[in-house]
């Protein structure tokens, strides 16, 4: 798989038009990406701050989010910083997240304004308070963490049983009970977020499964992402 570039040049060229403080840059031969200024701005549209970036299709854009770099070394590259030691893009979202928010389509300038400004607001609330607003761990006990906020439960078990039900793909009758042992009725319970994180892939679901029952057994919880490698 490889990034969509022309995708990428376009939705650039309608990015910049909305955000001028950033720049398209196409070199022939080189991979396109927009770098400049990110503005933070207030309820009442006044600057607060701004970070530099520069952002890259990556390897699979529109499939995974572009890669995000914040360039004017104000925030350190470490994964306690929600950036990547590697290659120091930003950690953006858990992988299952950014999987269905690319999978219900992205553009560029949604990516910038539902994505990109809130991760920036979150690194500035840290910069100034020392901690984040909204945090979740790295690589897969985010991803459980990710899981257990849609399913709403602390429970990893009644994860796993979801994500199996979401792994079956039948859908139970809607008026039987949740399988999640609410006793309500799976409609006016799980169905709508089992039917959101049915579109993940088999082979991701089984991967997350693995995750969550691993965790169960008390195995250890791999530290490192493993984002990319379906
Ligand atoms: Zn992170
Ligand atoms: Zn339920």
Same mark, same amino acid.
Request: proline letters at 5%; a negative charge; charged letters at 30%.
């Given at each position: 798989?490889?990034?969509?570039?022309?995708?990428?040049?376009?939705?650039a060229?309608?990015?910049v038009?909305?955000?001028?403080?950033?720049?398209?840059?196409?070199?022939?031969?080189? &991979?396109?990406?927009?770098?400049?200024?990110?503005?933070?701005?207030?309820?009442?549209?006044?600057?607060?701050?701004?970070?530099?970036?520069?952002?890259?299709?990556?390897?699979?854009?529109?499939?995974?989010?572009?890669?995000?770099? $914040?360039?004017?070394?104000?925030?350190?590259?470490?994964?306690?910083?929600h950036?990547?030691?590697?290659?120091g893009?930003?950690?953006?979202?858990?992988?299952?997240?950014?999987?269905?928010?690319?999978?219900?389509?992205?553009?560029?300038?949604?990516?910038?304004?539902?994505?990109?400004i809130?991760?920036?607001?979150?690194?500035?609330?840290?910069?100034?308070?020392?901690?984040?607003?909204?945090?979740r761990?790295?690589?897969?006990?985010?991803?459980?963490?990710?899981?257990?906020?849609?399913?709403?439960?602390?429970?990893?078990?009644i994860? &796993?049983?979801?994500?199996?039900?979401?792994?079956s793909?039948? $859908?139970?009758?809607?008026?039987?009970?949740?399988?999640?042992?609410?006793?309500?009725?799976?409609?006016?319970?799980h169905?709508?977020?089992?039917?959101?994180?049915?579109?993940?892939?088999?082979?991701?679901?089984?991967?997350?499964?693995?995750?969550?029952?691993d965790?169960?057994?008390?195995?250890?919880v791999?530290?490192?992402?493993?984002?990319t490698?379906?």
């Open positions: 798989m490889s990034a969509d570039l022309s995708l990428f040049n376009r939705e060229a309608l990015l038009q909305e955000y001028p403080e950033l720049e398209h840059v196409m070199i022939q031969g080189e &991979i396109p990406f927009v770098h400049g200024q990110l503005l933070l701005k207030d309820e009442e549209g006044d600057l607060i701050t701004e970070y530099s970036i520069r952002m890259e299709p990556g390897p699979d854009y529109p499939n995974w989010f572009p890669w995000v770099f $914040e360039t004017g070394g104000r925030i350190p590259i470490n994964i306690d910083w950036i990547f030691e590697n290659k893009n930003c950690c953006i979202a858990s992988a299952p997240e950014e999987a269905l928010i690319c999978r219900k389509g992205i553009t560029l300038t949604s990516f910038v304004r539902f994505q990109v809130p991760y920036f607001f979150n690194q500035l609330h840290r910069e100034r308070m020392g901690f984040f607003l909204n945090e761990s790295h690589g897969n006990l985010g991803h459980l963490e990710f899981f257990m906020e849609e399913f709403e439960t602390k429970d990893v078990s994860v &796993i049983k979801l994500l199996n039900e979401a792994r793909r039948k $859908e139970p009758k809607s008026n039987s009970r949740c399988i999640c042992g609410s006793k309500r009725k799976y409609q006016k319970c169905r709508s977020a089992v039917r959101k994180i049915a579109a993940l892939t088999n082979m991701e679901l089984d991967h997350y499964l693995k995750i969550a029952n965790f169960i057994s008390d195995r250890k791999p530290k490192e992402d493993s984002i490698n379906f």
